[in-house]
């Protein structure tokens, strides 16, 4: 007795949804999560108030960072036996420091296809609205938490010519943008793009210590969520301050201060007054 031919593989969408404002949900993303099979979501009760509100019922997973290694194989599967998932975080376009990653690697390793629905992206809005150079930049996401795995972090990007955007949280901000001061420098231009696409969205574009300072002045700035748009080093005298301030934190730690900047001007150029106390 002949069997008929394998089911055809179903698609795995990967679909961007809002960061804020519910009318940045395009056509094509509604349409998506009307029609498959099942939705694997970052917090099903999150994506299930998002899908309330449009008039969608479709079974929900969860997927997260906590259970994704589990879960992949099983999805995989349902993918190969012809079903179609979609695959959407808590806000914005899916692995963009959301999970995922594991499942899209697993899908594409398998031979499944993988669709993306493009949308909103809290690091693309704040970068297009942030007025420092665009044509390169590099997304560095969340900063550790820890103080000091923080400022080792932005010693080492220091020198970088790039745009730099970070995501930051309510109750660090205050911190992180201090510890980029300190690491960038106070007159390193950057912008502060706050609940983005929401009622209280505010956008402020100043040098990294007049936005310590207002961070500091305005308890309203310390909350919600945070894009940080840092302009990067110039590759002239700015990325030798920059590599200078990284060179001497590190000999700091071993040297008397004033060998350690001596030796950091020696190495990368930078005018030694510039570094000398620069950790403090």
Do not use: W
């Not at 560095?140 to 795995?149: C, D, R, T, V």
């Not at 660090?172 to 001061?181: K, P, T, V």
């Not at 200078?244 to 001596?262: D, E, I, N, Q």
Request: glycine share 10%; proline share 7%; net charge neutral.
């Amino acid at each position: 007795m002949q069997t008929g031919a394998p089911p055809k593989a179903g698609t795995l969408h990967v679909v961007a949804t809002p960061i804020g404002h519910l009318g940045d949900l395009s056509a094509r993303a509604l349409e998506t999560l009307g029609r498959v099979d099942a939705i694997c979501a970052e917090d099903t009760r999150h994506t299930r108030q998002l899908l309330g509100h449009f008039g969608v019922e479709r079974p929900l997973l969860a997927l997260h960072e906590h259970n994704e290694d589990a879960q992949a194989a099983s999805l995989v599967e349902r993918l190969r036996s012809g079903q179609s998932l979609a695959l959407v975080s808590d806000a914005g376009t899916p692995l963009v420091s959301d999970p995922g990653y594991r499942l899209v690697r697993a899908a594409r390793a398998a031979g499944i296809r993988v669709s993306p629905v493009p949308g909103p992206c809290a690091a693309i809005a704040a970068l297009s609205v942030a007025g420092l150079p665009s044509d390169r930049f590099a997304f560095e996401g969340f900063l550790p938490a820890k103080g000091g795995a923080r400022r080792d972090r932005l010693a080492r990007l220091a020198p970088e010519p790039r745009t730099l955007l970070f995501y930051e949280s309510g109750h660090r901000i205050g911190d992180s943008l201090a510890d980029m001061a300190a690491a960038f420098g106070p007159a390193r231009p950057a912008v502060l793009a706050r609940e983005l696409t929401k009622l209280f969205e505010t956008v402020l574009g100043e040098t990294l210590a007049e936005l310590v300072q207002q961070v500091r002045d305005d308890p309203n700035q310390r909350r919600g969520e945070f894009v940080v748009v840092v302009q990067g080093a110039g590759e002239d005298a700015d990325g030798r301050i920059a590599e200078g301030r990284r060179v001497y934190a590190a000999l700091a730690a071993h040297l008397p201060p004033s060998t350690a900047a001596k030796v950091a001007a020696e190495l990368t150029g930078a005018p030694r007054k510039a570094l000398y106390g620069a950790s403090g």
